[in-house]
């Protein structure tokens, strides 16, 4: 299945194809038949693993994340503080250096709810398109949402918790989240008001970060309480339209993290640290396709995979430049 396709059915929610034995080309059945002849024993592997974990670039992707998203972030605050002008606004709508940015998501609900589309809109957004064209559509997600940040923190407090039996993972169908971008798309339609806008925490967040704290950022505190006791990553995989939006964006980005077989252990650290471990069912036992597989567009580019691999299976790559970087 195509890649495009392939993408597009885990962004509504639906489950990866898994391949049946005659889809799997020869050479890729024939490392795996090798890999089983050999397989790596318990201690070898946790072996690989403590090397990797002592190694430098253990947290490279996620430090280089973290800054970005970060700065990207102050940016807004500083030029409101100090009234410098070089960035104005908050994330959903902003002009920087006196170009108007949309973010995609945000142009859409006020079309939708204007009906009509605002032409200074079509400009930022068409800028803004563009751009997560090329840096990889939810890139959005990991690198520059200030709630992903804050949301990835609660993650490892959950995490911490659920390992002592103080919290649980309740995980809903994910094609939920395809039904609420329906219905904040529609309730914009019907209402003509942004509903989603008043309760995205991505806009709440960057509003607070920018204009001081309001009484919205309990509707936020609600939503971490949430996350961290009931449901791991609830807002981000179940709920937020602005993933669809930029994953749809990310069907046609060059950007994309890629899978070599090859190398894979298939241990699933990988899994086990993503947000949207149904990306990477392709490193499964008897899932690959190819020798080298491009993850799916519902995957954020945040690196972590890429970090926590211990065989270096897993990398970024843009298509087009391989030989070049
Ligand atoms: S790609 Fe995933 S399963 Fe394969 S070696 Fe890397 S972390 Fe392990
Ligand atoms: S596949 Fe890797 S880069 Fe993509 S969201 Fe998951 S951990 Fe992040």
Not at 53 to 73: E, F, G, Q
Not at 129 to 154: D, K, M, N, Q
Not at 270 to 288: N, S
Request: hydrophobic fraction near 45%.
């Amino acid at each position: 299945m195509s890649y495009f396709v392939e993408s597009l059915r885990q962004l509504l929610g639906l489950k990866p194809v898994k391949p049946t034995p005659e889809q799997i080309p020869i050479p890729v059945q024939a490392i795996y038949k090798e890999k089983r002849k050999t397989p790596l024993t318990r201690e070898a592997l946790h072996a690989v693993e403590a090397g990797h974990a002592r190694s430098a670039n253990r947290h490279k992707w996620r430090n280089r994340r973290w800054i970005t998203l970060i700065v990207v972030n102050l940016l807004f605050v500083l030029s409101y503080v100090l009234d410098v002008q070089l960035v104005e606004g908050a994330l959903t709508a902003s002009r920087v250096i006196g170009f108007h940015l949309a973010d995609l998501n945000s142009a859409l609900q006020v079309t939708l709810a204007y009906k009509h589309i605002v032409v200074n809109l079509l400009i930022g957004t068409l800028t803004v398109l563009v751009l997560w064209i090329l840096l990889g559509g939810r890139t959005f997600c990991s690198w520059v949402c200030p709630y992903h940040l804050v949301a990835e923190w609660a993650e490892s407090l959950h995490l911490w918790l659920a390992k002592r039996g103080w919290a649980i993972d309740i995980q809903f169908h994910r094609t939920v989240r395809a039904v609420f971008y329906v219905i904040f798309a529609l309730l914009a339609l019907l209402t003509g008001y942004t509903v989603f806008e008043t309760i995205s925490p991505t806009g709440i967040l960057s509003r607070a970060l920018i204009y001081g704290p309001g009484l919205a950022l309990l509707w936020i505190l609600a939503l971490l309480a949430f996350e961290v006791l009931l449901s791991r990553r609830a807002w981000c995989r179940y709920v937020c339209p602005i993933g669809i939006t930029y994953g749809l964006v990310g069907v046609i980005s060059p950007l994309r993290v890629q899978y070599n077989m090859r190398s894979c252990h298939h241990e699933g650290d990988c899994r086990k640290i993503c947000m949207v471990p149904h990306v990477l069912d392709v490193t499964i036992r008897g899932r690959a396709q190819g020798l080298t597989t491009d993850i799916g567009a519902d995957c954020t580019r945040c690196g972590l995979c890429v970090d926590i691999c211990p065989t270096g299976s897993l990398s970024y790559t843009f298509k087009g430049l391989e030989k070049a970087l």
